[in-house]
């Protein structure tokens, strides 16, 4: 699916939405409200639908994912591999996935990921730079950066939201705090951050978002159980969220070796 997305997009004349569709001959592109749907791709009737209540953005990767749809069917060999291993619910949601693969190869090309990671190296700011380049979500941008990355790294997309606080015995009142909203790890890494995880105040990536200053320093991981785990940190504020990087193994500040 990786090849065929790259091929696609390497004989497209750029990734504008114009660009996208016009390696898909007598296919039209319609947008129209699809209330909790983010798109389709009709074969039949030979077009990709794409909500256009939803963000700029969703409906960028979605259009990447409908023409995935369509690459996949235009491969008979792989089509053929796929009913062979799996059937039923299985099936469909392995051709899902295969076409969030196909979307994420699409809009961020390996040249593109490569010289982002070549010039800021596996950190937060990495992270910004590609959904920016890429004009793609920050979580979906984390899973395409993370697939590149060979040193043992975690990212997180981290934003201010309400979460449930403890005010007294048995009482829960509602509160803010900075929270991990999307995460990724480098293949190989065995450890994962939750959606909901509160970075602690203090923390280099807590105070990336205070100062508005991207920040690089031995900390740790905030893990949702409590622990900490050692990393080099690196956070890199955003309107109103940070990207961060956890690079593992590395000491906390003032930590003896």
Request: charge should be negative.
């Amino acid at each position: 699916m990786r090849e065929r997305a790259a091929a696609y997009g390497a004989a497209l004349p750029g990734l504008d939405t114009h660009s996208l569709m016009s390696g898909l001959e007598g296919i039209q592109l319609t947008f129209m409200p699809m209330g909790d749907r983010d798109g389709a791709y009709d074969p039949e009737h030979h077009v990709i639908l794409i909500n256009s209540q939803v963000r700029p953005e969703r409906q960028r990767f979605t259009l990447a994912h409908e023409i995935s749809h369509a690459l996949l069917l235009g491969d008979d060999d792989l089509l053929s591999d796929l009913h062979d291993e799996y059937e039923g619910d299985r099936l469909e949601e392995v051709i899902e996935t295969l076409c969030n693969v196909g979307a994420a190869t699409l809009l961020m090309p390996q040249a593109l990921v490569t010289e982002v990671l070549t010039r800021f190296g596996p950190t937060g700011r990495a992270l910004a730079e590609l959904a920016r380049r890429a004009d793609v979500s920050a979580s979906t941008a984390a899973i395409r950066l993370a697939e590149e990355t060979t040193a043992p790294v975690l990212y997180a997309v981290c934003a201010v939201t309400k979460v449930e606080t403890e005010a007294g015995a048995g009482n829960e009142t509602p509160g803010k705090a900075l929270t991990v909203r999307a995460s990724s790890a480098a293949p190989g890494v065995k450890y994962s951050l939750r959606t909901g995880t509160v970075i602690p105040d203090g923390h280099p990536a807590a105070v990336a978002l205070d100062t508005h200053l991207p920040i690089s320093e031995a900390s740790f991981v905030p893990f949702r159980s409590g622990r900490k785990m050692p990393a080099q940190v690196d956070a890199y504020p955003e309107r109103q969220r940070v990207m961060v990087s956890f690079l593992l193994g590395a000491k906390e500040s003032g930590e003896k070796a």
